[in-house]
């Protein structure tokens, strides 16, 4: 499978956000090819949202933010790594963040990175960048040109609407009454509460 297209980035965040669970995260380093189910995502909006980081303007930081749709957005967090993939359009700074996946291939080479069991390995954000060895290097990445890192269709995980549940997003200071966080229902690997 190829990786997703611009068009499917260049559109609202909320429903990127909700049409990403299920597809595959993957990623080829030199140690192998790491690969997992997205089953939690939240979106960040261009307007109106005081907990996106592109809420107070375009700072070298969030650059890639107001970037054209498909790019990664990574941004560090207590010493660790976030990844988003940018949304809409080139200027309308919006993005979905990758809360977890469940992990496919390449879990092996994961455990080395993490040291735990597989199901901790990419549960949480901070925890799939360290999984799947994503850092600052990779901010600005094209996620469509399908080399480094990329997400495609999944096959191994069929989803249907009414198994995706919408709550507010986790660990915000403030927009946190927006439900813009989008899960699994029934998937071990969500990263918090299954509460809507």
Request: hydrophobic content about 40%.
């Amino acid at each position: 499978m190829g990786a997703l297209t611009r068009d499917f980035y260049a559109r609202d965040p909320r429903q990127v956000a909700c049409e990403l669970i299920g597809c595959k995260l993957v990623r080829r380093t030199s140690q192998g090819l790491c690969s997992g189910v997205i089953v939690e995502t939240e979106a960040y909006l261009a307007a109106d949202d005081p907990a996106s980081h592109s809420y107070r303007g375009r700072t070298r930081k969030n650059a890639t933010m107001f970037g054209r749709a498909g790019l990664l957005y990574v941004y560090p967090i207590h010493a660790r790594h976030c990844l988003n993939a940018v949304t809409e359009s080139r200027g309308i700074a919006s993005a979905v963040l990758i809360r977890a996946v469940m992990p496919l291939s390449g879990i092996e080479v994961m455990q080395q990175r993490r040291h735990c069991l597989p199901i901790d390995l990419a549960r949480g954000p901070a925890r799939l960048c360290e999984a799947f060895a994503v850092d600052r290097r990779l901010d600005g990445w094209d996620l469509t040109r399908g080399t480094r890192i990329w997400i495609e269709q999944g096959d191994e995980v069929v989803v249907r609407d009414q198994q995706i549940v919408v709550s507010p997003r986790i660990g915000v200071t403030s927009g946190h009454e927006l439900k813009l966080r989008y899960f699994l229902n029934d998937s071990p690997f969500v990263s918090g509460p299954r509460s809507s």
